[in-house]
């Protein structure tokens, strides 16, 4: 897939978790798909379900989504299954979530003509739910899937489905069809009965937003579990729902011994919750990956089975079928040759965005040769690696959008040229507003290193000082050249007006950095000694 095409995330729940053949064969319908990949098969036997996880652009999720469902429609009977989970039907649940470059309307569409092709094709019901949904009150799962499968015939009675007949098909049952942001399947594992893991996951449930819980027990484990959807990960975070059972357990004399992700798991909800151990036990911990192992460790995730983050992060499981940008992955050496070439991509704005990522990483650096034990300049580390890491992408995001402007001029078709033209010219305006952004809210964490580091970091430091206000001056340059090409005058005014807020903060700013350094440098020894100091190494 190329870097910036639309990347949906397809969760489909089939009601069957014992019939090895029957997963295998669900599992091949959505691998064979052109356009999808398969990331995840997690069958269970107890709960009698297998949630299937993969991504693809919109057209090909659908199309892998509907494939299984043929499969299902003769190979799962819903008037014959039992299970510890709540079900409606074959296709349980069908959540469509945004990945990368794709958006929440996105995902709304897809559900819909997944739901109408299942009506269509093999005439069975399906009720919307999540933003998908068309009443507020289907927006939660659990308001159809409350019901069971024994409850269908009442419901369809008295709620008729978004799309299908409103008859029960007995062998299918319903489907509920959705988008949603990620969802994440936790679990905490207890040495305890089904009755007391149910009591813990009442008592959670109370406790604690944007959380829903049920206990059971799981037999080929010798463990019961308290099994958790958290809705949104970035309120409620891994952290503070382990923490919430922990203690419910511990009131009950209950031991935990550790827990489980289901499926697969958005990075982010795993840097939060590292952040949240960082914040709680004053850590300084910067690497991603060391963060990881932080969450690995503290939340017990290898308990059953080693946590692989290869295979269970949903963004490094989708790197490979995702390329980086070709800027990005190439090397200097090739950077420039490119820059020098005939082409007007890239041009000088690539070289903004590079310029913009290399004061970052140098003020990231010297902050890291500051004396150890200095809670300020560990943040402040902290947070210029992460503008480092979010400065790298913008080189390739500024080329796409400039490469989307020239495809513009060169269509026939006028109103569509057009159509590419503005959208490609609004995402060269984005991409270098969020550049500004990103070097303005660095600032602060730059101030904090200076008074920390010694002579020869400073010469460092003072290059990515002038680094990182040299890129906002070409940004600003290339808005203002842009600007001039767009019709919108109040998106004029509004892009103009955050532009010159960050060409504004960054002279200020790096007019007093680089006074303080000069002035650290020169009152302590003259420049041309400290460079003299310099040692084979230092730098």
Known sequence: MFPFTPVIECA????????????????????????????????GVTTNRTVFTFVGCPEAVVEGAFNAAKVAYTSIDMSEHFGDHPRVGALDVCPFVPVQNATMADCVRCARWLAERLADELGVASYLYGEAASRPERRDVSYVRDREYEGLEELLANEEPDYGPSELVPNWGVSLVGARNFLVSY???????????????????????????????????????????????????LVEVYNAVVDIAKGLGICVVGSQIVGLVPLQAIIDAA?????????????EDQKIRLVVDRLGLNSFGLFVPKERIIEFMIKDEVSEGPLLSTSLKNLVRNVGS???????????????????????????????????????????????????????????????VRLGQGVSAAAEGTCLI??????????????????????????????????????????????????????????????????????????????????????????????????????????????????????
Not at 209 to 215: A, E, F
Not at 482 to 507: H, W
């Open 187 to 237: 679990s905490v594992n207890l040495l305890a009965s089904k009755e007391e893991a149910s009591l813990v996951a009442g008592r959670l449930a109370d406790s604690l937003n944007n959380v829903q819980s049920i206990g059971w027990y799981l037999e080929e484990a010798n463990v019961s579990q308290v099994s958790m959807n958290i809705s949104d990960y970035k309120t409620t975070s």
């Open 422 to 539: 503005d959208l490609g010219r609004r995402r060269l305006l984005d991409t270098h507003l969020r550049l500004g952004d990103l070097v303005t809210g660095c600032w602060p964490a730059v101030a904090d290193i200076v008074e920390s580091v010694d002579c020869v970091t400073l010469v460092d430091l003072l290059v990515g000082v002038l680094s990182l206000e040299l890129a906002v001056k070409a940004s600003h340059c290339i808005i203002l050249g842009q600007l001039d090409k767009v019709s919108d005058e109040e998106y004029i005014t509004s892009v103009r007006n955050q532009a010159t807020g960050y060409l504004d903060t960054s002279a200020v700013q790096s007019s007093a950095l680089s006074n303080r350094i000069k002035s650290k440098l020169y009152g302590s020894a003259d420049l041309t000694e400290a460079v003299s100091n310099l040692s084979v190494g230092d730098n």
């Open 12 to 43: 489909p729940n089939f009601s069957d978790g014992r019939h090895k053949e029957v997963v295998e064969s669900l599992a091949t319908s959505i691998a064979s798909t052109d356009g999808c990949t398969l990331l995840d098969v997690d069958p």
């Open 275 to 287: 952040n949240r151990y960082i914040d709680l036990e004053a850590l300084f911990i910067v690497e």
């Open 342 to 404: 005939r082409s007007v991509v890239p041009g000088g704005g690539t070289v903004a965005a590079v310029v913009a990522a290399l004061g970052a990483a140098l003020a990231t650096t010297s902050g890291w040769r500051s004396p150890p034990g200095n809670p300020p300049v560990q943040r402040a580390v902290v947070r210029l690696h992460e503008t480092m890491l979010n400065l790298m992408p913008l080189a390739d995001m500024e080329a796409v959008a400039l490469d989307s």
